[in-house]
């Protein structure tokens, strides 16, 4: 690079540097859910418990390289992902210099504010690093220097497991360059971890029988082939996007075009464009077919990121080249900047907020805090001990999971507590809330639920539950038993219509909203949750489709929603002309401010004709 374009891009590096420093400690939460917290507490504690240097799910590699920052805390060990993500934007633009690609610096904004890379340079998660020992090893080679370029390839998989994906793709490389005896080299980083790992499971095999991920059925499920495609915007920005696809295409007809065959041109090809591509297909397939522990997270694809910028730089060439102005040069780079720096922070939330699920998580630890006597903790959302600020490892304050999932107290002693969430109980700990409800020998001490119900993996109804191990539970009673009826054949109304004897409300394009049933909070005295069902009877006098016709159950406070939720009378696979019955559950927590209200109507949006018999509100206390 010439001095010039150096002192540019440090000047560039040093302000996304200040940028994402800020951005890391002014944010609530960190992108990537508890997979942060997993593997910042596995190197955090990896001095203590050694084996956590070998673990399989953690990296070693990456476990060994983040240990020192992470002894600082969780924001020093983000600091290391901003690190290497620079280094790596760094070593991508010396890697650029072997392609002979003009605008060199274009792929700094590429990489450093594709939406997701973006994001997981604030965070500790493994695809940063997975990006710089990739894009190390293609630098390497490019220079020549085979022998290193195999040995740092060869470190790949104890980064991210699916880093052998490009192992037959640089085998062929070397063999090409006529390198035979290198090939071995890429099982170097094997051998390594395999002398290193043996010490301590007494395996020669321990790399392959720790193992953390199956090629059979995940219990994520499965999805679209397609999925990471469509998601594409969100990966890389729109600009970015739309240079990659130009990239692809224009390098793919150079290579076709090519009337003499020019080895070097073609390994660059074949490298950069086949590792992009050999990646990107192999998540789509794994989670297409539901194998592989895929969960189809976009944030996978950052992995190769930089690769994608080197392949759109092509693209963005090829269109600069045909634009002869250079004042126009200069202004399509100027609005491809500024459309990709927009979209660094329109495409997910900057700064990063603490997640729903992980709000209530915070809200189930700052209760354990009040309890009298803090006996031992079994979870399964790791940011609960997070948030409590305990060892995870030592198993005489806390342990993930239970051994008995059928009966789930036999794993405890009395006095320990157990808090189950709807996210990991059910899916990674295997645990069904029926049977810690139905244990004897487990009290509820507090239910905790979002203001407005949301699902998560598996169908579940997120919510907390924290149970104590007792002698014999004492059985939670309803407190309290509210029930509110509106029949519409009692009121004075010029929109009744009398049916069989019997007076309906009728909705038409001249009524939006019914009359309301309306609850205030302050009626009900219960300590812990509510559980609350809202239930319609009607008939449709003509079809309706999605969307259009509503039962709504919100808590206001001065007419200002503080929950608001609904069911779609379409989505019942209702009929006309015949009565039915809807309903419409809802459990909250109690700690409502002062004078909400609890509002039970049908908005009728598209002003449909139905008839409406009665409204029911039934509001049960515990």
């Given at each position: 690079m010439k001095a010039k374009e150096n002192k540019i891009l440090f000047a560039i590096l040093a302000g996304i540097f200040i940028l994402q420093v800020i951005l890391i400690f002014s944010s609530e939460g960190i992108y990537g859910g508890a997979d942060n917290i997993n593997h910042f507490r596995i190197a955090r504690y990896a001095f203590d418990y050694p084996g956590?240097?070998?673990?399989?799910?953690?990296?070693?590699?990456y476990t060994a390289l983040v240990f020192?920052?992470?002894?600082?805390?969780i924001q020093f060990a983000r600091l290391f992902n901003l690190v290497v993500g620079l280094v790596t934007i760094w070593i991508t633009l010396k890697t650029i210099r072997f392609t002979d690609e003009n605008y060199s610096l274009i792929p700094v904004i590429f990489i450093a504010f594709s939406p997701m890379y973006f994001l997981l340079m604030q965070s500790c998660m493994t695809e940063i690093l997975f990006s710089l020992v990739l894009v190390s090893g293609l630098w390497l080679f490019f220079g020549k220097k085979y022998i290193w370029a195999a040995i740092v390839l060869s470190f790949i998989p104890f980064v991210r497991t699916e880093g052998i994906v490009f192992f037959p793709l640089f085998a062929i490389a070397f063999l090409m360059e006529r390198k035979y005896w290198i090939v071995p080299l890429l099982l170097s980083g094997s051998l390594f971890y395999t002398l290193i790992g043996y010490p301590h499971f007494h395996d020669w095999l321990w790399i392959y029988h720790q193992m953390p991920y199956s090629m059979g059925q995940s219990l994520y499920g499965s999805g679209c082939l397609l999925h990471f495609v469509r998601n594409s915007p969100d990966i890389f920005g729109e600009a970015f996007l739309i240079f990659l696809i130009i990239g692809l295409v224009v390098w793919s007809l150079r290579i076709l075009k090519s009337g003499k065959f020019c080895r070097k041109s073609f390994l660059m090809y074949f490298l950069i464009v086949g590792c992009f591509a050999s990646y990107f297909a192999a998540h789509s397939y794994v989670w297409w077919k539901g194998t592989g522990g895929s969960l189809g997270l976009i944030r996978v694809i950052a992995g190769v990121v930089p690769l994608a910028a080197i392949i759109a730089l092509t693209g963005l060439n090829a269109i600069l080249?045909?634009?002869k102005n250079a004042t126009f040069r200069m202004m399509l780079i100027g609005i491809v900047i500024t459309i990709q720096l927009i979209a660094a922070f329109t495409k997910h939330h900057v700064p990063v907020r603490l997640e729903p699920t992980q709000e209530l998580v915070l809200k189930a630890s700052t209760y354990i805090k009040t309890l009298p006597t803090q006996a031992k903790i079994y979870y399964f959302d790791p940011y609960l001990i997070h948030f409590l600020d305990l060892d995870p490892f030592n198993q005489s304050l806390s342990n993930w999971g239970i051994a008995n999932k059928n009966e789930p107290?036999?794993?405890?002693?009395n006095d320990d507590l157990l808090v189950w969430d709807a996210h990991f109980g059910p899916n990674e700990g295997g645990v069904q809330l029926e049977n810690l409800q139905n244990d004897q020998h487990l009290q509820l001490l507090k239910t905790i639920l979002p203001a407005e119900p949301f699902k998560v993996l598996g169908n579940y109804d997120y919510g907390i539950y924290i149970f104590r191990k007792v002698d014999k539970k004492t059985v939670q009673e309803k407190q309290q038993e509210l029930t509110r009826e509106l029949l519409f054949s009692e009121l004075t109304s010029d929109k009744l219509e009398e049916i069989g004897g019997k007076k309906m409300f009728k909705m038409n394009e001249a009524v939006e909203f019914s009359p309301a049933i309306e609850v205030p909070v302050s009626e009900i005295k219960a300590q812990d949750y509510l559980e609350i069902i809202g239930t319609l009877r009607f008939s449709l006098m003509e079809s309706i489709?999605?969307?259009?016709?509503?039962?709504?159950?919100?808590?206001?406070?001065?007419?200002?929603?503080?929950?608001?939720?609904k069911i779609d009378l379409a989505t019942n696979h209702?009929?006309?002309?015949?009565?039915?019955?809807i309903s419409l559950p809802l459990k909250m927590n109690t700690n409502l401010p002062e004078g909400a209200i609890i509002n039970l109507y049908v908005w009728n949006k598209e002003k449909k004709k139905l008839l409406l018999e009665k409204l029911k509100l039934a509001i049960n206390g515990f």
């Open positions: 956590l240097f070998l673990d399989q799910w953690g990296k070693p590699l020192p920052f992470s002894l600082a805390g080249i045909k634009i107290s036999v794993s405890l002693n489709k999605a969307n259009e016709v509503l039962l709504i159950l919100s808590i206001d406070i001065n007419h200002k929603p503080l929950s608001y939720n209702i009929t006309t002309d015949k009565w039915q019955e």
